[in-house]
């Protein structure tokens, strides 16, 4: 199957920095990958819609200027979450389209704010 | 919005005891993918189906896409230990909303040796 790949794993960051997480897709081309947010014992809350080459779309009540998304290429997607406060912490997830539509998950990043 | 529906919530079994849980929706959706996520981890696809009526195995795993488009089974026989997780359906309608993905709540499930 594809494989995506999001890195890092974890990463923890003081109060006021910014975080970068990359979504790779290794193995397949995606004009368009997902962003995930996951609270504990919950289920997938989409952020955004990352499109390639083009302006990110936003879920209602997610705030773009804190939650910058790029795409620069059709195997990289990047989330930076900027000036972290602590409840940012959360686990973040992306995802790809790949062949006959099917979603793919990255492992997911552990963001935790300090 | 879009609504899922996945019960139950939880499970607790034993091992080589069957499983069933479901996902209904408010509205139709084109595709249905069915997810297990270990701790710590994505989610990784099990089950994919894109027609009403349709019936998928994946080893003990079986899923069915219902007849209405507003429901999808995933069934689990004679589990094991590492069937312990959590089960995620997901739902991809058609139209402006093309290639979202709205999520079940989640199925815990445990299985006692």
């Known amino acids: 199957g594809a494989v995506v790949s999001q890195h890092p794993s974890r990463v923890i960051c003081k109060s006021g920095t910014s975080v970068k997480i990359e979504c790779r897709s290794l193995d397949f081309q995606a004009t368009t990958m997902f962003w995930y947010r996951q609270f504990p014992k919950q289920s997938l809350m989409l952020m955004a819609t990352?499109?390639?080459?083009?302006?990110?779309?936003?879920e209602q009540g997610v705030e773009k200027d804190k939650f910058l998304i790029n795409h620069a290429s059709l195997t990289l997607s990047t989330l930076t979450v900027t000036s972290a406060h602590p409840e940012d912490s959360s686990f973040y997830i992306c995802?790809?389209?790949?062949?006959?539509?099917?979603?793919?998950f990255g492992q997911g990043t552990r963001l935790t704010v300090v | 919005g879009q609504q899922l529906n996945q019960s139950p919530q939880s499970m607790f079994i034993q091992e080589g005891e069957d499983v069933s849980m479901n996902c209904t929706s408010s509205?139709?959706?084109?595709?249905w993918l069915w997810y297990k996520q270990d701790p710590g981890e994505g989610p990784v696809l099990l089950i994919a189906l894109y027609k009403a009526g349709e019936l998928t195995s994946n080893g003990r795993l079986t899923a069915q896409f219902g007849i209405t488009r507003k429901d999808s089974f995933l069934n689990i026989s004679a589990s094991i230990p590492s069937d312990v997780g959590i089960y995620f359906c997901a739902g991809r309608a058609g139209g402006t909303s093309y290639g979202k993905l709205t999520f079940g709540q989640g199925t815990i499930l445990t299985v006692h040796p």
């Open positions: 509205s139709i959706f084109n595709t």
């Open positions: 990352s499109n390639e080459g083009s302006k990110a779309t936003y």
């Open positions: 995802s790809a389209e790949g062949q006959e539509n099917k979603a793919f």
